[in-house]
């Protein structure tokens, strides 16, 4: 029952996403994204008629892609970055050793939290820039920013 109400808007979820996305990939990730909704909502959806289901995955697909490219725009390799190590006056190892430390802590935080503190400190960029990228505005950023420096703090200390 819900794979016949899945397959009778296939067709209408496929060409709706392959128009919107960029490319294969977007467009199957869309398509995929939209029967999952489809299957989680069946019960209310089910019993509408189909233009104000049609409708609804409308909302839902380019809501979906909206997301997706978000997520994307926040997605830095962070593996690529190479950090130098800031020499003290403990010299070369114990910056080494502090680097991997912070590295270790930064991994612990979420997703948008690592891009902030990453895109502020390794890659020298100010909040309104990554405002910018990320559709933010730079307020929300710098206390995303300030909460992650709080947690890493916390964490570091527990490390001690």
């Known amino acids: 029952m819900i794979n016949d109400f899945i397959m009778r808007h296939f067709d209408f979820i496929k060409l709706k996403s392959r128009r919107l996305a960029r490319d294969a990939v977007e467009a199957d990730e869309l398509i995929q994204k939209s029967q999952i909704i489809l299957w989680e909502q069946y019960d209310r959806l089910s019993v509408l008629p189909d233009q104000s289901v049609k409708a609804f995955l409308s909302k839902s697909i380019i809501n979906t892609l909206i997301d997706l490219r978000r997520h994307e725009k926040r997605i830095v390799s962070y593996d690529s970055l190479t950090m130098p190590p800031q020499c003290s006056d403990n010299g070369?190892?114990?910056?080494?050793?502090?680097?991997?430390?912070?590295?270790?802590?930064?991994?612990?935080?979420?997703?948008?939290?690592?891009?902030?503190?990453?895109?502020?400190?390794?890659?020298?960029?100010?909040?309104?820039?990554?405002?910018?990228?990320?559709?933010?505005?730079?307020?929300?950023?710098?206390?995303?920013?300030?909460?992650?420096?709080?947690?890493?703090?916390?964490?570091?200390?527990?490390?001690?």
Do not use: C, H, W
Not at 129 to 156: H, T
């Open 92 to 160: 070369f190892e114990n910056a080494v050793l502090d680097n991997i430390m912070v590295m270790s802590v930064i991994y612990k935080l979420s997703t948008l939290e690592q891009d902030i503190v990453f895109k502020t400190y390794f890659m020298g960029m100010d909040s309104t820039i990554i405002g910018e990228q990320l559709n933010m505005p730079p307020s929300s950023i710098r206390s995303i920013r300030m909460r992650a420096n709080k947690k890493m703090k916390k964490l570091l200390q527990r490390e001690e």
